[in-house]
């Protein structure tokens, strides 16, 4: 066969790049360093159900299963997601709304990180740009890559236990900005807002003409004196569209559901042309399983609340104890108490290190020397600080700080 010299497609390197970026890519190759002569403790992702102690209800599990059998939910579901599942979650998030939301205002994802990747498509349009928090989730840094938006960071201020900086958001902002995003209760910081700063929030963005992305995916799992309060309570200041899913709070990450929900008393939204362009995008997008689809309505009316007080009670205890624990190892700190979601941020003092020179060579040399996973801050934003989630057991989580702390008195210099 004669040698076929040229052929018209190559690789994706735009792809590769974003994709770099990613929670999974970084730690798989953090995962590359794994010496397997200890057992594995993974605290670089958010995922309380591999641990039998953090076990979503049996209640949810038969929703799945009654749905499947019903045979209800076997065809194509709309764009937008079925209506029963977008009227129960309306009503849902009613419950901490002054006032009620219609199922027209719920739209259906495949996951919170479809939700991104939705909602980043709508706003985006050449020459705009987009307020991101720094430290940030890095989904959204990966999925900008293929937006027009430029990405403008503005600061988590950590001794004001990771408060937005407004002033430097206001710095930021100019008439090409779109939109600012907040995480809350806080992926990666553990933090958990104010009503009177969230509403400073909503009145900055109002000033600045722009709308409130508000990631709302630990909604509920807090277990400090700050009460989760929900940003579209001000959807009546700037409009806001909240981004949730069952993946934390119903502790089923791997179902992939989430949901779009348009928390704007005064219809700018609608008016801008904002909700018909999220209808368009999800007519052209994945869907979630309509058997996911079919079983949430019951999962949200019969999912009791002791499960979820439950579940928050052994955060607050699991954030207690990698709380305690990291403030008696050496050449590190954890300046701020987690009160909500599954993280801490957690402060590398590098220049006291011997061979360690930043915080992904000290998350490859934890990995290799002491079989722990914890994620890089440089990959969210804020380098020479590390990710550490809490969503494990106590004992696991004891015996990771204990060889944190090894690992630290190890490469401390003398």
Not at 18 to 41: G, Y
Not at 173 to 187: C, M, Q, R, S, W
Not at 240 to 257: A, D, E, M, N, Y
Not at 376 to 391: C, H
Request: aromatic share 8%; proline share 7%.
């Amino acid at each position: 066969m004669e040698k076929q010299e040229y052929w018209g497609f190559k690789e994706n390197h735009d792809l590769n790049a974003a994709a770099a970026f990613t929670i999974r890519n970084i730690l798989q190759a953090i995962m590359e360093n794994i010496d397997e002569s200890q057992p594995l403790i993974h605290l670089g992702h958010g995922d309380p159900s591999a641990f039998p102690l953090f076990r979503t209800p049996t209640i949810v599990e038969d929703a799945l299963v009654e749905s499947i059998r019903s045979a209800k939910f076997n065809c194509y579901p709309s764009g937008v997601g079925i209506a029963p599942a977008r009227s129960a979650i309306a009503k849902y998030l009613s419950r901490d709304l002054p006032y009620k939301l219609a199922a027209d205002d719920v739209f259906l994802t495949a996951g919170a990180n479809h939700a991104i990747e939705v909602i980043l498509t709508v706003v985006a349009r050449p020459g705009a740009n987009i307020l991101f928090p720094r430290p940030n989730y890095p989904i959204y840094e990966a999925r900008s890559r293929f937006s027009p938006l430029e990405v403008r960071h503005y600061d988590l201020i950590p001794e004001k236990g990771w408060e937005v900086d407004l002033d430097g958001v206001k710095a930021l902002a100019n008439d090409k900005t779109v939109a600012i995003v907040l995480i809350n209760p806080g992926n990666p910081c553990g933090n958990v807002f104010t009503s009177e700063h969230m509403k400073k929030i909503a009145e900055t963005a109002r000033q600045l003409g722009i709308l409130v992305i508000a990631d709302e995916v630990y909604a509920h799992q807090v277990f400090g004196e700050k009460p989760f309060i929900p940003m579209g309570v001000f959807g009546d200041i700037a409009p806001v569209i909240t981004l949730g899913s069952l993946s934390k709070r119903w502790i089923v990450p791997g179902w992939r559901f989430g949901w779009i929900a348009i928390t704007d008393r005064i219809g700018i939204l609608q008016q801008t042309g904002i909700v018909r362009s999220l209808t368009s995008c999800l007519t052209i997008t994945a869907d979630p399983p309509t058997v996911i689809q079919g079983a949430v309505p019951s999962i949200i009316a019969n999912t009791s609340d002791s499960f979820f007080l439950n579940i928050n009670k052994l955060l607050k205890e699991a954030a207690d104890i990698l709380y305690e624990r990291l403030n008696e190892i050496p050449l590190v700190a954890c300046p701020y108490k987690p009160e909500g979601s599954m993280f801490a941020m957690v402060k590398l003092n590098i220049s006291a290190f011997d061979d360690v020179v930043d915080d992904t060579d000290f998350c490859m040399k934890l990995a290799k020397e002491e079989s722990i996973i914890v994620f890089p801050g440089d990959a969210a934003g804020l380098k020479n600080w590390v990710r550490v989630s809490f969503a494990a057991e106590p004992e696991v989580l004891k015996d990771a700080t204990g060889r944190m702390k090894a690992f630290c008195l190890r490469h401390a210099k003398h």
